[in-house]
């Protein structure tokens, strides 16, 4: 029961995810644009961090591993975009004067964005150190 419960709250935060997600790509967020980077990709990180045991021991199926590609390549691609657009002025002026104690207390932002960059590499690195645990055949991986 509870089991189906998490699946369910997955596939609806996965539903959700993607509709912010097709609501940036269209420009129609009510957020800044550098928040809602932030935001998406903290989002998707938490998402694919919640379901990485699962989908690493169903690496052999092909929709398991579009999961884990498709939410790391959106999400890794967000928050550099989150520092470097127009709207930043303020990060901007704190990353110029390279003070880090500046960069914290002007913007929350590139600090976030960091820390996701982090946890993106993080999923990134087990993701390959699980691939090897697979031997590619012609039709694809097999454990």
Not at 10 to 15: D, H, N, T, V, W
Request: overall charge positive.
């Amino acid at each position: 029961m509870i089991n189906r419960l998490q699946k369910a709250a997955g596939s609806l935060a996965s539903l959700f995810l993607g509709y912010l997600s097709w609501k940036w790509f269209k420009g129609q967020l009510d957020f800044g644009f550098n928040l809602s980077c932030v935001i998406l990709s903290l989002g998707w990180l938490l998402l694919t961090a919640n379901g990485v045991g699962g989908l690493f021991r169903t690496y052999f199926d092909r929709l398991s591993r579009l999961k884990v590609q498709i939410s790391m390549t959106f999400g890794m691609f967000l928050p550099p975009w989150s520092s470097s657009r127009p709207g930043t002025r303020v990060a901007q002026s704190a990353i110029f004067h390279r003070s880090p104690v500046c960069l914290v207390t002007s913007s929350p932002l590139p600090l976030a964005a960091s820390l996701e960059l982090l946890g993106w590499l993080a999923i990134y690195f087990a993701y390959k150190r699980n691939a090897r645990k697979f031997k590619q055949q012609g039709h694809g991986p097999l454990p």
